[in-house]
């Protein structure tokens, strides 16, 4: 068993808030730089760049997770990874289905850039991600088991999206095992204040939109890894997400 730093929450170029220079490559050298062992891919309602950063992460020596920050019906955003990037791949697919199409107003928003794993564009994203889809935060959940993932409800203690600055609470329904903070040092006030979260699992994710945002390894799992694979270390790490392991 050993330590296992993590990011589970970084935005690339591909979120029209994330800057340009958030290149998958890019950013898997500086979760390497900042001593980080697993990284999430999370950009807005999509995960087209998820591929190019499993190679890139790769390279680093880094377990790549791909993932969506999905933004429900209601606002809030909830954070989705799989531990197959095939299946991320067809849960976005099955997102693409519920978005609701706004064009993208690169002189506001920005541009939503699509790279391969050299970081070369292959093309960009036409309709507004971060908008409401048509999920509903009831339906959210059994989508992803349905494509093998986890989802947990994130930056709860951030007012923009977050679950408890939107519905007042974190809600009995649906059950969500783990929630994100953005700040670690807020989570026994958390819990005090919201009883609901005495038995979840607390998360620490940096939302990272800038290289600058992603954060030196702090939040960590110590993780079963012999026979040492990065499949079989994130497998490890989904059993606990999910309450398995």
């Not at 809600?171 to 903070?181: G, K, M, N, Q, Y």
């Not at 110590?222 to 079989?232: K, Q």
């Amino acid at each position: 068993m050993n330590r296992y730093y993590y990011d589970f929450h970084i935005h690339s170029c591909l979120s029209p808030c994330g800057d340009n220079d958030m290149t998958p490559n890019n950013i898997a050298g500086v979760c390497a730089l900042a001593g980080l062992q697993i990284a999430a891919l999370t950009d807005h309602n999509s995960v087209k760049n998820c591929p190019a950063f499993y190679k890139a992460a790769k390279k680093q020596g880094i377990i790549p997770i791909a993932g969506m920050e999905l933004t429900t019906a209601e606002e809030i955003h909830v954070v989705c990874l799989f531990e197959r990037l095939e299946d991320a791949m067809s849960f976005g697919e099955e997102v693409e289905t519920c978005r609701i199409r706004i064009p993208n107003r690169v002189d506001i928003f920005g541009d939503q850039l699509v790279l391969d794993e050299e970081d070369e564009p292959m093309g960009v994203e036409d309709d507004l991600l971060p908008n409401a889809t048509m999920l509903s935060l009831e339906e959210v959940p059994s989508l992803v088991e349905r494509y093998g993932g986890v989802c947990f409800p994130a930056h709860i203690d951030r007012e923009a999206n977050g679950i408890i600055s939107i519905l007042g609470t974190v809600p009995e329904t649906p059950d969500f095992r783990c929630v994100e903070l953005r700040d670690f040092e807020n989570r026994e006030a958390y819990r005090e204040k919201y009883p609901i979260l005495q038995n979840k699992l607390m998360l620490c994710g940096s939302d990272a939109h800038y290289l600058w945002d992603i954060r030196d390894a702090n939040a960590y799992f110590d993780l079963e890894d012999e026979p040492y694979s990065g499949d079989f270390v994130r497998h490890q790490l989904f059993l606990r997400l999910k309450g398995e392991g």
